[in-house]
């Protein structure tokens, strides 16, 4: 529990730049020197597992400059073999301490699943991939009150968050020492406002 303090202090920069970004007062700090200064390597402070979606881009809505925070990004904001792979690197390698699995409202991906697994909808091509790795989450929210699209993207989230810690080895060993946080976020596209699970 000694990590704690850090834990926390990552949590508290990811929710004081949201609040900057929904403030319309980010920080605007000079990238020349940090820019500079990260030639030498990269110590971010957070890992966030983002979608794809343009209305998202975490940087942005978390006031971020350069070098502090290490994001994936995919359709869907799902585990896969590849992307926990570069989430490990940044938790074993760089010591990167908070992971934040980020869904959003509005999600295509959500809402492509929902038509799958509602209507049998099935998208073209490799998009359906992302719709059967998201589908899990629409079929679990299928006999829940309340809006379905958004019960599917929060537990799509939900289970992404596990799948993180039950896929990876590393991971798992360090939340059980106290050492690594893994946690959810919805971004609501109307608001720009993340709320934390
Ligand atoms: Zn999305």
Redesign the pocket.
């Known amino acids: 529990m000694t990590f704690r303090p850090v834990l926390d202090h990552a949590l508290d920069l990811l929710r004081a730049g949201n609040a900057r970004f929904v403030a319309g007062t980010p920080q605007h700090e000079p990238y020349g020197p940090r820019i500079a200064a990260l030639a030498a390597g990269q110590h971010p402070f957070a890992i966030v597992l983002g ?3 343009s209305r ?1 881009p975490v940087e942005t809505i978390f006031d971020q400059v350069p070098g502090k925070v290490f994001v994936v990004r995919v ?3 799902f585990v896969n073999d590849d992307n926990l792979g570069s989430i490990e690197y940044a938790v074993d390698v760089l010591k990167a301490r908070l992971v934040v699995v980020l869904g ?1 409202s509005n ?4 809402s492509a699943a929902l038509a799958f697994v509602r209507d049998g909808t099935v998208q073209r091509s490799r998009i359906q991939g992302i719709v059967e790795a998201v589908a899990p989450a629409v079929r679990a929210t299928r006999d829940l009150p309340g809006d379905w699209l958004i019960n599917a993207v929060e537990r799509n989230v939900a289970l992404n968050v596990q799948a993180l810690i039950r896929g990876s080895p590393i991971i798992a060993e360090l939340v059980e020492a106290g050492e690594v946080e893994v946690i959810g976020g919805i971004y609501n596209v109307g608001t720009g406002v993340v709320a934390f699970a």
Not at 107 to 110: E, K, L, Q, R, T
């Open positions: 979608c794809s979606d998202v359709a869907g904001n959003h999600c295509g991906a959500v």
